[in-house]
């Protein structure tokens, strides 16, 4: 079975500073990992994801994550954060060779603070 | 670029009614799913589709269906609404035989069941 974990409900960090949104994983194979974000009445848009290869993802609107095999980790990090980078912020997990679908993290809802 | 139409923003519904949302994309995709998104519980599955006339269940299909008459359109129905239905529902699709290819959301259909 394959599971994601978000820890953090809500993540509160000020404009300029750098952001670190948690995302943990567990798969019985290799996964897929991906990053999406809600606007406000909005569905979700794709961020990034990770396949294979460098650990260093870099995504849209200046975004990257970072794979982290033995922590089992693909946290979210954005170096200078944006007050129209409060989102939420989905996590999702897919078992390479074993599963044909993702499973999502329950969000984590981040506030840019001005 | 992608476009996933979701029919309708905002729904109200009865209990006992029989609710059918609508979901039409134009980028040719094999792929196309439903999720019900609740806050706390991230996205959860209920029914996905590969292609015309074919579905599978997701992880909660009860009290679900769905229909899928053309490669465009994939339509979810609740037979019987109930107010534990009530929930944003998200439609998505991906195309068929990359098995990391993202997902293309719609913007969503809040459904309130009374």
């Known amino acids: 079975a394959q599971s994601v974990a978000q820890p953090e409900d809500q993540v509160n960090v000020a404009e300029g500073n750098p952001l670190t949104v948690k995302c943990t994983y567990s798969?019985?194979?290799?996964?897929?990992l991906f990053w999406y974000v809600q606007y406000p009445n909005r569905g979700l848009q794709f961020l990034l994801k990770?396949?294979?290869?460098?650990?260093l993802v870099k995504g849209s609107y200046g975004f990257e994550a970072e794979f982290n095999k033995s922590q089992t980790s693909f946290h979210l990090k954005k170096p200078s954060a944006l007050v129209s980078d409060s989102a939420l912020y989905f996590c999702a997990v897919r078992d390479q060779g074993s599963a044909r679908q993702l499973t999502f993290g329950s969000g984590t809802q981040l506030t840019v603070l001005p | 670029d992608v476009k996933v139409t979701q029919s309708s923003r905002y729904l109200v519904k009865r209990t006992g009614e029989k609710v059918f949302l609508e979901c039409v994309q134009d980028m040719d995709h094999e792929n196309m799913f439903w999720y019900r998104q609740d806050p706390g519980l991230g996205l959860r599955l209920i029914y996905f589709s590969y292609d015309v006339k074919m579905k599978e269940k997701g992880d909660i299909p009860e009290g679900y269906s769905v229909s899928r008459e053309k490669k465009e359109r994939f339509s979810l129905i609740l037979e019987s609404a109930s107010t534990n239905q009530t929930s944003m529902y998200l439609c998505?699709?991906?195309?068929?035989?990359?098995?990391?290819?993202?997902?293309?959301f719609g913007n969503g259909t809040r459904l309130t069941v009374t």
């Open positions: 998505a699709s991906s195309l068929e035989g990359q098995d990391n290819s993202p997902l293309h």
């Open positions: 990770y396949i294979t290869g460098d650990n």
């Open positions: 798969v019985s194979g290799n996964p897929y």
